[in-house]
């Protein structure tokens, strides 16, 4: 049987390059052939397949911003690499992604599929900004493409506010393997024992000068440690959450970690008390689904993608956008309630073994890239 070629392209950074190498990690080599474009300057690892075999890779100057002239000649770039490696399917990842495979597949008629991982008019509060971020996304909607959401809340407002038709948006979560072995850290350890964590780098998107707040006000009655990882990549709002760490006299109650390999990310994760979230709006969060994997209660922002995997006081409890008091008083209770934390912890596995293990959901991914194929 001939193999399915599909042509990934992405700016492959957090999340995006994290559900790509899942995808490519665990699909059929057997029935699909894979080749990347991505970034040059985005990642430097190599991508594999189900094998341990390297994955054909194209580096154009795709970044996550807009950039005129790089982002012309990205698309003039793919054109050229398409013609050649003619395949059957663009799955675009992430809003740079989706622009230049959209774009693409119009010049070429090949059948695409669209993951955003979150829209990019919801990264800005800049009310024109976010008009013309929406207007390209309804633009580029129409045609041959499929909406591929990863969250239900991201298929929603697909529908609901981009435009697409209703038959041309499907559903496949983001997912991971079960984590059952969790390697050593490989840094320095330099927080206490007793902590909380979080993944995100300081930006319009992680909100995190609201968890400042919020951990301010846990601080006044728990003894506790705050963990930030990932704060090193594109983040706009780092030397702001550094003067409000420092203004609230945090400075030795709040760790701060640039870059963090994923393997590290598990560890922290696997030994924290609580993960937390303050994000203004996600795809369906990797950090999230990590957490449930490894039977850590969340107490997050009630946002889509966070919404979509944490069941308000089943898995974790979910707090309105900008509450600092009521979400500093869930993290204080479920730290204090340890009946609760248990029960939680339970249910954070259970949610995570039902609805997110990739080894039984790539089939549908499979499923999905074959009905596009033949359309």
């Not at 392209?9 to 052939?33: A, T």
């Not at 669209?114 to 580029?140: G, H």
Request: proline residues 3%; charged residues 25%.
């Amino acid at each position: 049987m001939k193999k399915i070629k599909i042509a990934h392209i992405l700016h492959s950074v957090g999340g995006v390059d994290v559900s790509l190498r899942l995808i490519l990690e665990n699909s059929n080599p057997l029935q699909f052939e894979n080749i990347v474009i991505h970034g040059i300057v985005d990642t430097k690892e190599g991508f594999y397949d189900k094998n341990k075999v390297l994955v054909t890779e194209y580096k154009l100057p795709i970044s996550r911003e807009i950039a005129i002239a790089n982002d012309f000649i990205s698309i003039i770039k793919t054109y050229r690499i398409l013609k050649k490696e003619k395949p059957d399917l663009i799955h675009c990842h992430s809003a740079k992604g989706g622009v230049i495979g959209r774009m693409v597949a119009i010049l070429t008629g090949i059948p695409v599929v669209y993951t955003p991982q979150a829209f990019s008019y919801l990264s800005t509060n800049n009310n024109f900004k976010r008009m013309v971020f929406l207007f390209i996304e309804k633009l580029l909607s129409k045609g041959n493409v499929t909406l591929l959401a990863s969250s239900k809340s991201e298929m929603n407002r697909a529908i609901n506010e981009v435009g697409f038709d209703e038959e041309n948006v499907l559903l496949f979560n983001n997912a991971i393997r079960p984590l059952t072995e969790i390697n050593s850290l490989s840094i320095k350890k330099t927080w206490p024992d007793n902590y909380i964590c979080t993944v995100g780098r300081p930006c319009y998107q992680k909100n995190i000068d609201e968890m400042i707040r919020v951990f301010y006000e846990v601080k006044k009655q728990q003894d506790i440690h705050l963990v930030i990882m990932g704060v090193g990549h594109y983040a706009s709002q780092l030397r702001m959450i550094k003067k409000m760490i420092s203004e609230f006299d945090l400075s030795n109650n709040i760790t701060l970690l640039d870059w963090v390999s994923r393997e590290d990310v598990l560890h922290i994760i696997s030994k924290t008390q609580l993960y937390i979230s303050t994000a203004r709006y996600e795809g369906l969060p990797y950090s999230v689904i990590e957490s449930l994997a490894l039977s850590i209660p969340c107490i997050v922002s009630n946002c889509d993608g966070n919404k979509d995997l944490i069941v308000d006081n089943y898995n974790g409890y979910l707090i309105n956008e900008n509450d600092t008091i009521r979400f500093s008083k869930k993290v204080i209770q479920l730290l204090n309630d340890k009946n609760k934390h248990a029960v939680f912890s339970i249910n954070a596995k259970k949610t995570f073994e039902l609805n997110y293990n990739i080894i039984e959901k790539i089939k549908d991914l499979e499923a999905i890239y074959l009905s596009q194929k033949v359309k």
